[in-house]
Nanobody, 126 residues
């Protein structure tokens, strides 16, 4: 079982940066694929980025590629999402999720992920 807690959201202006954190409890954190998803008001949940157990493999949505970077520190049981050049359309609640059945298979669909955090809100003003 994994318990995930996100932090780092806030209100920023377009062009600014934020770093989100996803802290996990559990000794087997370093065996999980972790994904970031977001949901804007009135829209469906959207895949953002995912990372394998070691951090050696990552995958991004086209909408964030080149601007966002996902990374992990297994010693700290934490996954990060560095978000640069933020745009108003990045405004959403961002959630991290753990796929405890996979260490290296990166998936973009939310149904593949077993445990979710409560989310952290990111608002980007123009």
């Amino acid at each position: 079982q994994a318990h995930l807690v996100e932090s780092g959201g806030g209100l920023v202006q377009a062009g600014d940066s934020l770093r989100l954190s996803c802290a996990a409890a559990g000794r087997t954190f370093n065996t999980y694929v972790i994904g970031w998803f977001r949901q804007a008001p009135g829209k469906e949940r959207e895949f953002v980025a995912t990372i394998n157990w070691s951090g050696g493999s990552t995958y991004y949505a086209d909408s964030v590629k080149g601007r966002f970077t996902i990374s992990r520190d297994n010693a700290k049981n934490t996954v990060y999402l560095q978000m640069n050049s933020l745009k108003p359309e990045d405004t959403a609640v961002y959630s991290c999720a753990a796929n405890v059945r996979a260490a290296s298979v990166l998936t973009t669909h939310h149904s593949a992920y077993d445990y979710w955090g409560q989310g952290t809100r990111v608002t980007v003003s123009s």
